[in-house]
């Protein structure tokens, strides 16, 4: 049983200069435990559907269930299950790492002992128990994204959310975060469903790839198989591929020979 | 306890220790009304305000809700901040009552507008007020009151708005024309009649009329039936509107 699934799912806004269809209708499944790659250009819908599925928003449109629950009636049987990684995070810098994770447990309804013995282990598993007396602000770029995870990992959720969870991170701290997210999946059976604009690590890091434009799912598939169908080959980049299928760059080359 | 009233102790403490560790947002808030009462206040001591308590006992009311109009009307440039940091969206897709993360907020700042108040009731009798302890006590609990409301409306806005830029003005358009027709400064009773009419429509209006019938000891006036009316009205429809936009907010 697919542990997300989105049927038709729509958000428009009103705008002073009329409607704006921001998810014009995304239907994807994601499997118990998959890795998936959530692509797009900038605009596309990519954060927009991502607020709809973490609640944050009312999709005007489709229907979807998140952990088998539904979006629209069950909003609260979704924010127990899932756990959401912001791009900006959501930590107030002022506060020590502690305080933050012990607040956020509390937030997801764990008793203070429960909250405090969470934080330990988190910590331990994130490399954040030497920080944890910190302020937030005082973290590096790699120890900050650390702390944004373990915040959104606070409840044990089935289903983990990261809008660009390496955007902004030197190459060694990415290769961590790349080995956290599988390790989610291969320890503890994670769903992890991420947006990225940067493909090597889409390539490298999801079992399979949803590509959104405009609104909508223009492809979906394993990255080697989208290399083959768009790309013309498996050995394509999926930069090739990525830019085919969204039409932003120059049309796939033309695999005939060239008559002389 | 009830997964609501943790949630509201949660983010209550959660500010509170916010608001402990910065002196400066302790104590600031009473540097207006402070100045009022130092600089202001002796004017009025020989003047016929055409009530029956003396000077002190018709300008400190006035200050109290001053205190609370121009503090609480400023609480949301926090919630901006956090918005900007992503806080207020992370807590939002926790399980956490929006009511909660409303009402934290805003109970934190009536605990600090009361705090304040105390320091400027401290301050006024020793210039010279004096007025029955019950009195003083329902002043409290009118700066407790007005806080709730105009903390709950001014996190709403700010969470409309997309720059304290925009916010700083705006509250202060409405604070401003606020605090001068409600007659805070001094009782609309020596208002012409047509600013007396139109200070009608100001619900602060009722509050400070009330507190001053409290600070000469009548309780049981119309106008402190009128003051508790009002402000408990305001409070209510306040954190109603308030936590609509927490539940919605920031799209």
């Known amino acids: 049983m697919a542990i997300i699934s989105t049927a038709g799912l729509a958000r428009t806004f009103q705008t002073n200069s009329g409607p704006v269809e921001a998810v014009r209708g995304v239907d994807l499944t994601v499997q118990p435990g998959e890795i998936l790659g959530f692509l797009g250009p900038n605009g596309a819908g990519k954060t927009t559907t991502l607020r709809m599925l973490t609640t944050l928003l009312p999709p005007t449109g489709g229907a979807a269930t998140v952990a088998g629950c539904d979006l629209v009636r069950d909003p609260a049987g979704v924010r127990c299950r899932a756990g959401y990684v912001a791009q900006s995070g959501g930590i107030d810098p002022t506060v020590s790492v502690r305080e933050e994770l012990v607040t956020q447990g509390r937030l997801y309804r764990l008793t203070k002992a429960e909250a405090a013995a969470r934080t330990e282990e988190l910590a331990k598993d994130l490399d954040l128990t030497d920080l944890l007396d910190r302020k937030a602000g005082a973290l590096s770029g790699g120890q900050r994204r650390r702390l944004d995870i373990a915040m959104g990992l606070m409840h044990r959720p089935e289903v983990l959310f990261l809008d660009e969870p390496t955007t902004g991170l030197d190459p060694g701290s990415r290769a961590d975060l790349w080995d956290l997210v599988r390790r989610l999946r291969d320890e503890h059976g994670t769903t992890v469903f991420l947006t990225t604009h940067y493909l090597d690590e889409a390539d490298e890091l999801s079992d399979r790839l949803v590509i959104v434009d405009k609104g909508v799912v223009v492809a979906e598939g394993t990255p080697a198989a989208l290399k083959e169908r768009y790309a013309g080959s498996a050995d394509a980049t999926l930069q090739d591929a990525f830019l085919a299928i969204t039409g932003r760059g120059p049309a796939p080359v033309d695999t005939t020979p060239v008559a002389v | ?251």
Request: hydrophobic share 55%; net charge positive; aromatic share 10%.
């Open chain 2, 1 to 251: 306890m009830s997964p609501f009233l943790s949630d509201t102790a949660l983010i209550f403490g959660r500010y509170a220790r916010q608001t402990l560790r910065s002196r400066f947002q302790i104590f600031f808030g009473t540097l207006m009304p402070l100045l009022h009462l130092l600089f202001f206040g002796p004017l009025l001591t020989d003047m016929p305000l055409s009530s029956q308590g003396d000077s002190w006992q018709v300008l400190v009311p006035g200050l109290l809700l001053q205190l609370g109009l121009f503090g609480a009307s400023f609480a949301g440039f926090a919630v901006i901040i956090e918005k900007n940091h992503g806080v207020v969206e992370r807590m939002r897709v926790t399980p956490v009552s929006r009511l909660a993360l409303l009402l934290g907020r805003v109970l934190r700042d009536a605990a600090l507008f009361v705090f304040q108040a105390v320091l400027l009731v401290l301050a006024a009798l020793v210039m010279g007020l004096r007025a029955p302890l019950g009195g003083v006590l329902i002043g409290f609990a009118f700066v407790a009151l007005l806080s709730v409301s105009l903390a709950s409306l001014s996190y709403a806005l700010a969470l409309k708005v997309r720059t304290p830029q925009e916010f700083g003005p705006a509250i202060n358009a409405l604070a401003m024309p606020s605090m001068l027709l409600s007659g805070l400064m001094l009782p609309m009773t020596l208002a012409p009649g047509w600013l007396d009419v139109l200070s009608h429509l100001m619900p602060f209006r009722y509050q400070v009329d009330a507190v001053r019938d409290a600070y000469t000891g009548e309780y049981a006036t119309t106008t402190m039936l009128h003051g508790v009316l009002v402000a408990v009205g305001l409070a209510a429809l306040s954190v109603t509107v308030g936590t609509g936009v927490f539940r919605r907010a920031g799209a």
